[in-house]
């Protein structure tokens, strides 16, 4: 009897693996946490001394770092490129 559930489960078709859930998990859970780290470190660093400068000139930093992850993991990355070199090509 085991040895007929082993041939059985021998035959069927492996599952499909893949890295979907793991990458739909690092968007869910991992980026909004980094995130909130970085909102918390600046306000505490920069925030607390008076630095309101220093803490605008990172949160540039910031948002350049969520441009490219949007740029990664958006899928459009070739239409807003064409898009950029458009807007120096003139065409």
Known sequence: ???MTLVTL?????????T?????WILDNLVPLLLL???????WLGGGKGD???VM?????VIIALAIIGLAVGGNA????SWIAGLFTGG
């Open 52 to 54: 309101n400068a220093g």
């Open 78 to 81: 070739g239409a807003i490129g």
């Open 37 to 43: 780290t970085v909102a918390l470190l600046l306000l």
């Open 20 to 24: 979907g859930g793991v990458r739909q």
């Open 57 to 61: 000139r990172r949160l540039g930093g």
């Open 10 to 18: 021998a035959q069927q078709q492996p599952p499909n693996l893949g």
């Open 1 to 3: 009897m085991t040895a």
